[in-house]
């Protein structure tokens, strides 16, 4: 009698809501573990799928089960922790499992190749081939490539994170150069932290750090609020240097290191060692690379932008969310998790200590604290001599104006420069002039796939759509009447600088925004010149308001502060409020006092009188009352259900069919809004429209969610549309 053959259930990256059985080869004895990687036949393709568990049965006849091609891994690549957090995940955002597990791994461990387990080699260099200068084989760019590689990372690589030929390796090995050498794991580097020299903690330091200190082994949530130029991040770097020293690894979330390579830099120069730093614009081999560093222990500080919550870790003390209320940590399309709550739901099942920080937490971060569930820490001065700098509305009104420079501003910005300050002017709007309009018959400009404007850009004669990123040169005469009197109207940055430069002849005037800083390198060198006060007047967008420590600037002017006061989207005035503390928060933060300019035509709206009387915690203490009043998060828990399409009316048919069926499975305390058209209708050319699903009762939301979207698909209407889920959308339009 032949014995049953084993069944494993297996997560194939496909849209469907389910995973799928399969028997194993009768060559293979032993079900491999779940995270483990198979090959898989699918349809008419063979798909990479993971191990999920085994079955005893399988709801398919035997003789129809498919068996699995291959066992890709000797080892599985998930481990069981953040297999189950990947589960969670695609239950709680509403995501096909196979997807999800596939968003997480990297893109290398997609394909079809075996990874080597810890017991692997690395490739490392030897003495004389860390004498050698990889500039001086220009004509082997590739063992140039792998020379280079290896001196970055002195404790070796992997094979399959050198995406050369083994050829290439073994040429530089027979010039005695490299070397194959096993890897120990979980051996990694320790070198001690130094603080630096003559740093005092302050009591509010200090007490944030005994507090999460007590933590411990167990699992504990702290929001850390700190005011701008508090030390916050001296915090994190003291309660991390004794994890390293112990062995822990320490996980670090940050929104987005290309904005901020100073804090890399710090985290860097604090340690010495290598750190692992994740972020989009890491290739597949180093980002494998890192990867297999983290879970066999080899790196021990991880640092990385919202995906890097799927890191493996051997040997977890700590996770540090900067800047938890960025909106960068929220994915937008996929699997849209938001990377801190993922966070917060991982430290609790690593039963290790969390912290939240920022000087703008979110409403979210601040009622789990008045829940009782979160521990409050503040650090409300900041540190060493900076004082908090001062804060003042510029009401434009009847003022002067040179495009978006008030007299007044000017004034106060040429005291500035003659006391030697370094300024920092700030308007989130790029390009030279939002609208371009003929003076004869009133023409404006609009995007041929959006229910937008073109943006003019002048110096590349181009007309831009900043939501669909198409582009056209400058209309010279009017489609509609043939004038040639078109007008940019309104400002950009762009067009900010050419004032600027005209007002201060003779000082460097820096312009930082997406279209100066796309080549690579550039903006690293424009930060440079920021930092150093090389440049006197920096003009940026929000690129400019994050994180940044410019110790040299004395004035922030925030040119328009009336862009983001009169949104419809609930988490306006929130962004709004983070938005202009954190700006704010560039000046005055060494020893020279800064000064706030916030100029505006709405001297007496309640927000930015708040903003600058009481500062952001009373702000948030009103907006937190204001959102139990209207029932809105976090206060109740919403959904949203996107659709689109190249015709108008089937987003609207495919949403009224959805919430046909979903008025027959809610519960009384879910409500549904809907549907309507997007706030932008037409976007890319396409036709967009949502229904809001909204209730004071998380579970009841969950409990629809799982019995209403895996149906979706089999709606009439669900062909001729894309739709997507968002669960805490931060956005509702
Ligand atoms: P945050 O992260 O809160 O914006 P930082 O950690 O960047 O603040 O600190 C701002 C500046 O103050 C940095 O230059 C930092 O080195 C310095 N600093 C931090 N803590 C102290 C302290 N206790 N005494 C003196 N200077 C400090
Ligand atoms: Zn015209
Ligand atoms: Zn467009």
Redesign the pocket.
């Known amino acids: 009698m032949s014995a049953a053959p084993i069944i494993v259930e297996v997560a194939v990256p496909s849209p469907l809501y389910r995973s799928f059985d399969y028997r194993l080869p009768p060559a293979v004895a032993a079900a491999p573990p779940p995270g483990t990687r198979v090959l898989v036949p699918f349809g008419r393709q063979q798909l990479v799928g993971m191990v999920l568990g085994t079955r005893q049965h399988s709801d398919l006849a035997p003789g129809k089960l498919k068996a699995v091609s291959e066992i890709l891994d000797a080892e599985p690549v998930f481990d069981p922790e953040l297999l189950q957090l990947l589960r969670w995940a695609a239950r709680y955002y509403q995501h096909p499992i196979g997807e999800a597990l596939a968003t997480a791994l990297p893109v290398a461990l997609r394909k079809t190749k075996p990874v080597a387990g810890d017991n692997a080699t690395v490739w490392r260099l030897t003495e004389l081939g860390r004498e050698q200068s990889p500039a001086r084989l220009a004509r082997a760019a590739r063992q140039a490539e792998v020379l280079e590689a290896l001196q970055s990372h002195p404790q070796g690589v992997a094979r399959e994170a050198l995406p050369v030929p083994l050829s290439v390796l073994k040429a530089l090995q027979s010039k005695d150069w490299i070397l194959e050498v096993a890897v120990e794991p979980g051996a990694p580097a320790r070198t001690p932290a130094a603080v ?1 020299h003559g ?4 009591k509010a ?1 200090q007490h944030a750090i005994d507090s999460v200190r007590e933590a411990g082994d167990q699992f504990r949530c702290f929001l850390l609020e ?1 005011v ?7 915090v994190y770097l003291q309660l991390i240097a004794p994890l390293l020293e112990s062995g822990r690894q320490v996980l670090v979330l940050v929104p987005e290191i290309g904005l901020t390579p100073q804090l890399v830099d710090r985290f860097r120069s604090r340690f010495q060692l290598s750190i692992c730093v994740l972020h989009s614009g890491l290739g597949d081999a180093q980002r494998l690379l890192a990867w297999r560093q983290a879970a066999n222990g080899q790196a021990c500080l991880i640092l990385g932008t919202r995906s890097a919550i799927f890191t493996p870790l051997k040997n977890p003390g700590l996770i540090i969310v900067d800047e938890e209320h960025d909106g960068s940590f929220k994915q937008q399309d996929g699997l849209r998790y938001s990377a801190r709550d993922l966070a917060v739901w991982r430290a609790h099942q690593l039963d290790i200590p969390i912290l939240l920080g920022s000087a703008t937490p979110s409403l979210e971060s601040l009622y789990n604290v008045q829940q009782g569930r979160y521990q409050h820490l503040a650090l409300a001065q900041r ?2 001599n900076a004082l908090p700098p001062h804060m003042r509305l510029l009401d434009l009104r009847g003022q002067t104006m040179h495009g978006l420079l008030s007299d007044a501003l000017l004034q106060t910005m040429h005291r500035h420069l003659h006391n030697d300050g370094q300024i920092l002017v700030f308007l989130n709007r790029r390009g030279y002039a939002p609208v371009l309009l003929c003076h004869a018959c009133g023409w404006v400009a609009e995007c041929r796939r959006c229910d937008a404007r073109m943006t003019v850009h002048r110096r590349r004669g181009e007309l831009r759509c900043h939501h669909c990123g198409s582009q056209r040169p400058v209309d010279r005469f009017c489609p509609a009447c043939g004038s040639s009197e078109l007008l940019g109207i309104g400002e950009g940055t762009e067009r900010v600088e050419q004032a600027l430069g005209e007002h201060f002849a003779g000082q460097t005037v820096l312009r930082i925004d997406r279209d100066t800083t796309r080549r690579k390198g550039a903006l690293e060198n424009a930060l440079d010149a920021a930092q150093s006060g090389q440049a006197r007047i920096l003009l940026g967008t929000q690129m400019l308001a994050k994180g940044h ?1 410019f110790p040299g600037v004395t004035l922030v002017a925030i040119l328009d502060a009336d862009q983001g006061l009169f949104s419809t989207d609930f988490r306006a005035s929130e962004r709004m409020a983070q938005m202009i503390i954190q700006v704010a928060g560039r000046a005055g ?1 060494s020893d020279k006092p800064g000064e706030v300019l916030i100029q505006t035509h709405h001297p007496d709206h309640p927000l930015l009188l708040q903003l600058v009387a009481e500062g952001y915690p009373a702000f948030a203490t009103a907006a937190l009352q204001e959102r139990r009043e209207a029932m809105l998060p976090p206060y109740a828990s919403m959904a949203l259900l996107r659709a689109e399409a190249a015709a108008a009316q089937h987003p609207r048919t495919f949403l009224e069919e959805a919430c046909a069926l979903a008025e027959s499975l809610r519960d009384d305390s879910v409500q549904l809004w809907g549907p309507v058209t997007a706030p932008m209708e037409r976007r890319a050319g396409r036709y967009r429209a949502q229904l809001l699903v909204q209730t004071a009762q998380r579970a009841a939301l969950q409990r629809l969610l799982t019995a209403w979207i895996p149906c979706l698909d089999s709606l009439k209407a669900a062909r001729r549309v894309r739709w997507s889920i968002d669960v805490d959308p931060m956005d509702t339009y």
Request: net charge positive; proline share 6%.
């Open positions: 630096p740093l005092q903690l302050t330091q700190g701008t130029g508090s030390g916050k991040t001296e540190a060493g420590h933060r």
